[in-house]
């Protein structure tokens, strides 16, 4: 009985460690167009608030709000990404992590990202800054990291592919990304499952549903997590659940404001 609930509180570690994570890359499906495209998804000013739970628990909290700065001489876009433990999972192990984002409003291309990490007595700050001329990607971990044409961090990549539509998807589909995280380049791999609606606190929204080649080890099979996007213009995460052999934990969509669209919710 010890061995499963050190393995079961293990999991819910790792689900709550990587709830911004995935909500950041909900979006994140396929780089095949060019940068460019006229941005109809979002704008500057919107939040997007979201609670995870395990049944009625409530494990974690986490929020991604957009915002439009100056960087150096240029416009940019930041997106700062939050997730952080609530209750009972706050007290067993405490996590506050912070993932931003500097990137082009046209192509989306970053120009820097942050991690900043709090998990229990670990912490860790890292930055990268792009070079999109030369493909390079500066860490201080590890120097200089050559990745290819148009890498994207994690955030950033889901704001750029919020930009294109999903066009001509058929259930079965693969789609893929070029993204660079931890220190590494990482390709992205979805599976677009088709259309359904998800019910949440708020009401009920017609949606995308994928399912990510989990390769990570983080999950017992490629099956284990699904992901929710709603199928209007604004493509925002609605829904993120993962499966492990202990249940079910899910992260929904609980507020939202400053949306360049209106969300459509059919009403209980």
Known sequence: ??????????????????????LINLSTLCAQNQAGKENT???????????MSY???????ASVELKEISYGDKTAFHVKATGYTV??????FYVYDVYESYFDPQTCLPFKSIRNIRENKYTKFQIDTYDHQNNTVSSADKGVIKVKPMTFDVISAAFYLRKEKFENLKPGDILKVHTFFHGDPWDLVIRYKGIETVKLN???????????VVETGTFEDEDALS?????DKNKIPVRVQMNFFVGSF?????????????????KK
């Open 55 to 61: 049944g009625w628990v409530t494990g974690g909290k």
């Open 41 to 51: 998804g979002f704008q500057a000013g919107e939040k997007l608030n979201y609670e």
């Open 227 to 231: 992901i929710w996007i709603s199928n």
């Open 1 to 22: 009985m010890k061995i499963i609930r050190n393995r079961a509180k293990k999991l819910l570690q790792i689900s709550i460690l990587n709830v911004v994570l995935i």
């Open 87 to 92: 209750g009972l999972a706050d007290k067993l």
């Open 202 to 212: 708020i009401g009920k929204i017609e949606c995308m549903k994928f399912k990510p």
């Open 250 to 266: 899910k992260t929904d969509l609980t507020t939202y404001s400053g949306l360049k669209n209106e969300l459509i919710i059919k």
